[in-house]
């Protein structure tokens, strides 16, 4: 199975790279498969590549999910 993760833009690097962020976790990823990407744009990443662009209201309804889900393992710990 494979996990990808909303991530947004925040600032353009040469070569077709980009630094993104969620939730205050920061990488650097490759924007080759995507086009137009900007910052401030959400991109959806799996292994340090943007595999397309995504609206932000759908990024952050899935941030949302995934941000509840650690609530809750928080919880049962």
Do not use: Q, W
């Amino acid at each position: 199975m494979c996990l990808a993760i909303p991530m947004k833009i925040v600032e353009l690097l040469p070569h077709d790279r980009a630094k993104v962020d969620a939730d205050g976790v920061s990488m650097e990823i490759s924007l080759n498969l995507v086009n137009d990407a900007c910052p401030g744009d959400y991109v959806i990443v799996h292994t340090g590549f943007a595999l397309e662009k995504i609206d932000t209201v759908e990024a952050e309804k899935t941030l949302d999910l995934f941000r509840e889900l650690a609530a809750t393992r928080e919880n049962s710990d």
